[in-house]
């Protein structure tokens, strides 16, 4: 898959099918789509094209607000569009500039002169422009002029696959890790680097990779113990158990972590680059007693997710 950042080299995209979005998730509804885009470009003899955005459209325009809350980083969203067999993705840099454009401004300068489109594939409801004139009927009355050909995807395919990235968001919220996982159809990551902690967990015989997350607009789900699988710098997938939350037991402090206990591994994994998928929530984090109270509990949790793995197909 090609990453064009901005619009310098997208002309030597061939025939391109575009389709236009944000695709946070890259969920079932969006693989449908990008199934159908495949298919268009291959029926004409060209390319399969996302034109996205960056950064998100609402950090540009209520910077202020800073309860955006991404499913997936920039960089897991372009991996799963691979994955999808998507040919091209342009992201066009989103200013305030940019969201002044008319929709004909958008459809002529970037969609027609820049990009070339001959075809675009966009859902019933999708709008754009500063007027928000910019919609399917929008693009039908201008497709003769501008010739293009527009392909609808109607509200009852959208609808038939009933998922959306609110509902996604909000299974996640709620520790419905199973739910957002069917919604994605694979398993919701959580990518970061491996950092120095407190290392308390050794003390107690179970140490763990403290992992930060670098795009702060990344949706960490609700706190608790989690069954997980983590790949170290793209390597194997290792079963695992993961701590989400402030760590009542041990620590005051208000600051959330992320912590991932690796079964029957021992090596040091500092500064390294690892994906966590989430399977399952075991629990809500809770306040033991004391050390050892945790301890025995942390002890259970490995036993019910060494189980859950056992039982399960997961690879």
Known sequence: MKVFEGLDFVHQIKNPVVT??????????????IQQLVEEAQNCDGESVLLTFYPHPRMVL????????????QAEKLEKLAECGLENVVIFPF????????????????????????????GYDHQFGNDRKGNIEFLKNHSTEFGY???????????????????????????????????????????????????LGRTI????????????????????????RIAIEGGENLNAMMN????????NEAQQSIEVNIFD???????????????????????????EALKTQIAKDEELIRAYFSATLVS
């Open 20 to 33: 236009i979005g944000t695709f946070d998730g890259v969920h079932l509804g969006h693989q449908k789509i």
């Open 265 to 291: 591994f021992n090596e040091d994994i500092y500064d390294k680059l690892v994906k966590v998928s989430l399977f399952k929530r075991i629990r809500s984090e809770e306040k033991f007693p004391n050390l």
């Open 62 to 73: 209520n910077p202020e607000n800073h309860q955006l809350q991404l499913i997936q980083t």
């Open 205 to 228: 015989g179970f140490p763990t990779a403290n992992v930060k997350v670098q795009e702060s607009t990344k949706l960490i789900p609700i706190n608790g113990v989690y069954a997980v």
């Open 95 to 122: 200013t305030k500039a940019f969201a002044q454009l008319s929709a004909l401004e958008f459809v002529k300068d970037i969609l027609v002169s820049k990009i070339g489109a001959k075809k675009i594939i966009i």
């Open 149 to 199: 050909e527009v392909i609808e995807i109607p509200a009852k395919e959208v609808d038939e696959v009933n998922v959306s990235s609110t509902k996604i968001r909000n299974a996640l919220l709620q520790g419905d890790i199973e739910m957002a996982n069917i919604f994605l159809n694979q398993p919701f990551e959580i990518t970061g680097m491996v950092k120095k902690g407190k290392q």
């Open 244 to 251: 989400i939350g402030t760590r009542p037991t041990v620590s």
